[in-house]
Each structure stands twice: as structure tokens, then as C-alpha cells.
């Protein structure tokens, strides 16, 4: 691989260090050398948020950085929302509100909920669908998710954990 930067970074909590050409983005970074694959390429171009994931903390879309911008920072994707193997709250209510179908969007907008539920665990259904709104659905619409998110939401601060 000629061009190539070694990136050493934090990835869902974890070290890790990964080789990539300089003008690679974050998304294919994670998907072709750190094998996780739950980040989506739907545009390529920032607009539906299938490759949402977190850059220290800030919620971003992976297409649009460079893998080697990842160098020194945290990265948290889908992949780190469950613990032990045990679904994070919003991946349950995601399945029992049936708020998802074909799985392209799923990790994104989980992504952005959690970052949503991390900064305000009582969002409205406006805040909660303004903090949504980068990510695109073409199969379940949006209801369905936003419940989702209210119900994990409601779920969370019973149990004071985010």
C-alpha cells in the first residue's frame, strides 16, 4: 500500500492501529482495514448517515473524514453500543418497535440516537427528530424510529443509565 499512514486511535474503547492511504476515507478505514462493518456507505457524500459514527464524541459522517484524521482520537461505532453481547437499550427498542427492515440505515440513526440520548436524556419528538434528520430512511419511514428513541429514552432514565 504506497501512501500509506499508520493511524493509531481508540476505537469503542479499544487501541487500535490500522494502515491507510492518505486519501482514504474514515468510513472505508473502518469497513476494508479495522473489519467493522456495521458502518454503511449509502451516499458517499454526508447526506443519508448510514456512516454516522462518533469522532470524539461528536457525531460525523465517516465518508467525509479521512481515516488518517481518526490518529489520536475516539471512535465509537454501532459496534460498540452492545456490552458483554448484550443489546444497548436503544438496539432493543429498536427490534421491538419494529423500526427497522432492511438494515442500511439501522447503525447510523443508532448512532445518532445514542448521541442524542447521551447529551439529552429527555429529548421531545422534535429534538428528537431534528437530531435524526441527517439520516435518511427509505423503507420503515420515521415514526417507528422516533418511538423507538422516546421508548428508550423513558427506559434509560428509570433506570439512570445512559
Known sequence: MSNATLVSTTINGDPVQFACPTGESLMTALRDRVGLTGVKEGCGTGDCGACSITLDGRLVCSCLVL??????????TVEGLSQDGALHPLQQKFIEHAALQCGICTPGFLVAAKALLDRNTNPTESE?????AGNLCRCTGY???VHAVQATAKEMRKKGRR
Do not use: F, H, S
Request: hydrophobic residues 40%; without cysteine; charged residues 40%.
Open 67 to 76: 481515516g488518517v484524521e481518526a490518529e489520536g482520537r475516539q471512535v465509537e
Open 128 to 132: 428528537i427528530r431534528y437530531a435524526l
Open 143 to 145: 415514526d417507528k424510529i
